[in-house]
């Protein structure tokens, strides 16, 4: 695999090279596919902008697959503003209208109907509804976001509408979705449940395959970990260095474990709330109110964080905070509780619904928190690795104490099958290692 990151490069000619490679594949390759791994923050939606102008300035009509709407919207989005006299159809379901923002861009065309749309440049949609686009003459090109979260069924309904595809996506993210049991596919190379991707490279080893070597999000403190933690094989480094980011507060700490916590955050960019060891309720409600506190505290604060952004210290308000948890009643009783303190304007939702966003600082209910097992849905390494890298400056994770001790207690007992490319690292080692970390910026919460 490709990441041209050459030893002693500053990140930004390390990422312009690599750019510049993958750009001439997607135009000049003779292949069918050009596969792109895109760590945290790496740029992807960047990258996709720039190959669909470049691709519709040398002539070519080209189609674009996302796979939610709203991915969709931001990418016609950013495309029309990038370019604005770039002409862009947005196709879309008779019962899921654009995102108004939209409206602001002329030069974007919104229909139901593909007819309408044939004679744009460029044409976005999921890849639920390309999948009802019949008797079209095929794009020459497509571009496949978020690849990784493409099911293999969803990619064979959409193959015959284009020529070449760059598949760009996130490894280490969320395994594809599905609503019915696969196990009758597993290790066969047509699984309709694993990824796009994986399934493409099953059938097409030889695939020119890149990767993007430079998160732009993660900070210098936390990209070592993430990348070491959930990307071996393709590893990637920060955009800043030490001290290119900080984060501080106006109001002095009270002393209580919350704020000493936020205080440890904001120097090392991470932070372990520890409760005690027990078994608790799904939503237990000592951690819910520890999540909430931190919250609040944060804000009370006046956090002020500083970045390569702006020379200017920018102010922590409610919409640069993020909460991750990994169960929908989790983030409801978080924000219950949010709301009980009179806090308003924080995102707070489960990994699979965070992935793909960026925050300045995120707070993360631990996925083994209180449990007394751990199951796959918990160990599976994309849910840990979206929740602990949303953040531009600091994470902070709270978490009942004695998870290590859960993980030696409960090694993997999902059945082996053959065939199947066995996940490297696993939920049991990706956790360790983020653990290990998180011990040396370790509060414990008094009661």
Known sequence: MSGDDRPGDDPASAAARATEAILRDARHGTRRGVVVDSPPGAGKSTLVVRAARELAASGERLMIVAQTNAQVDDLADRLATADPELAVGRLHGSDSPPDPVLDRHPSI???????????????????????????????????????????????????????????????????????????????????????AVVTLLAHNPDLPQHRLPVSWRLPASAAPLISGAFYPYTPFRSGTDHGDRRMAFGVASDGGAADRVLDEAAVSGWGLLELPARHTPRTDPEAVAAVALVVRRMLERGGVTVSERSDEPAPLTADRIAVGTAH??????????????????????????????????????????????????????????????????????????????????????????????VKFPDGWEANHAVLARLAEHRVRWEA
């Not at 760009?168 to 979705?177: A, H, I, K, S, T």
């Not at 990994?351 to 300045?360: K, S, Y």
Request: glycine share 8%.
């Open 109 to 195: 065309l919104k229909s139901a109907k593909v007819a309408d749309l044939l004679e744009r440049q460029v044409v976005i949609a999921t890849a639920a509804k390309w999948g009802y686009v019949k008797d079209v003459e095929p794009w020459r090109h497509a571009i496949v976001d978020e690849a990784y979260q493409m099911r293999s069924d969803a990619l064979l309904r959409v193959a015959g509408l284009f020529e070449r595809a760059l598949f760009v996506g996130d490894p280490g993210q969320l395994d594809p979705f599905s609503v019915v049991g696969a196990e009758q596919w597993a290790g066969l190379s047509y699984d309709p449940s694993a990824s």
């Open 328 to 421: 929908r009643d989790q983030a409801a009783a978080v924000r219950s509780a949010l709301a009980g303190l009179g806090v308003t304007g924080v995102a707070v939702d489960t990994a699979n619904r965070l992935q793909g966003r960026e925050f300045d600082v995120t707070v993360v209910l631990h996925p083994l928190s209180g449990r007394p097992d751990a199951t796959a849905f918990h160990l599976e390494t994309g849910r840990l690795c979206v929740l602990a890298s949303r953040h531009r400056h600091a994470c902070v994770v709270v978490c009942r104490a004695g998870v290590e001790r859960l993980l030696d207690d409960h090694p993997s007992t999902e059945p082996v099958q053959l065939g199947v490319t």
